[in-house]
């Protein structure tokens, strides 16, 4: 059996701005291949990144990590401080879903397909389907966690996604740390997250920086809830 060496990238991490949102919302699409999201392009995963992280009123923060030698985008993350229980736990809103939707609906069979098991579902005809095709990472479930506790103090983390060509290296580990660093800075004292069932590679990295499942175990659609502590005289030290 061969053996997969995990590599090591020279990364510069930053936060999301308007010149990194398209390239972010590009590894978005390459990381979720056949999920709604993917079928809806780019472009609607730009439009929601820009609207929730950089519009007047931002509700997410993001960071990109950057691949140093040719500043590529190797992975982002994003996340929702001081998070509440009614708060959507993915990237795209029914909204921005829906508008660009219906610009493509019609070039675009596997959409129209997709339309049809809405319909059917939503009729209680066909069987109910799990999580998001292609899901990965925390964040990627719609569902309320359990009691956190002091929601000013809770960080959710949405989405992080890291392009195929960075896969079995250190950019998803690098962006999480970040990202804890980050959401100490904020004020926050624990993170917390969903992460699909199926993806292995994903729980090994939250289990190796100390996520945990919660106890008793917390599943929806094929999701685990999973949360970490950030306690004051423990702050995740800078690599």
């Known amino acids: ?19 990194l949102v398209r390239p972010a919302a590009e590894v978005h699409v390459r990381c979720h291949p056949g999920s709604l999201d993917a079928l809806l392009g780019a472009e609607c995963v730009a439009d929601a990144l820009r609207r929730r992280c950089l ?3 931002p509700e997410m923060t ?3 990590a950057l691949h140093v030698p040719d500043g590529r985008v190797a992975g982002y993350c994003v996340s929702i401080p001081r998070a509440g229980v009614e708060t959507r736990n993915r990237i795209l809103t029914p909204r921005v879903a829906a508008a660009h939707f219906l610009r493509r609906v019609w070039l675009s069979p596997a959409l129209w397909r997709l339309a049809a098991g809405l319909v059917v579902r939503r009729l209680g005809i066909g069987p109910a389907r799990g999580g998001p095709a292609g899901s990965t990472g925390a964040g990627a479930a719609d569902s309320s966690p359990p009691d956190l506790g002091d929601r000013a103090s ?16 250190n950019v998803g580990f690098d962006l ?14 624990r993170v917390f997250g969903w992460v699909a069932r199926h ?20 599943e929806r659609d094929g999701f685990l809830f999973i949360s970490k502590e950030l ?6 030290a800078a690599r």
Do not use: C
């Open 1 to 19: 059996m061969a053996v997969l060496e995990r590599r090591l990238f020279e990364l510069k991490i930053v936060d999301l701005n308007e010149t």
């Open 55 to 57: 519009g007047p009123q």
């Open 231 to 236: 306690p004051a005289d423990d702050a995740p």
């Open 62 to 64: 993001g960071r990109v």
């Open 199 to 218: 993806n292995h590679a994903a729980i090994r990295l939250y289990e190796y920086i100390h996520w945990r499942r919660r106890v008793p175990d917390f």
């Open 176 to 189: 999480m740390l970040d990202m804890e660093r980050q959401a100490f800075h904020r004020g926050a004292r």
């Open 154 to 169: 809770t960080e959710l983390v949405v989405q992080l996604d890291v392009d195929p060509a960075f896969r079995f290296s």
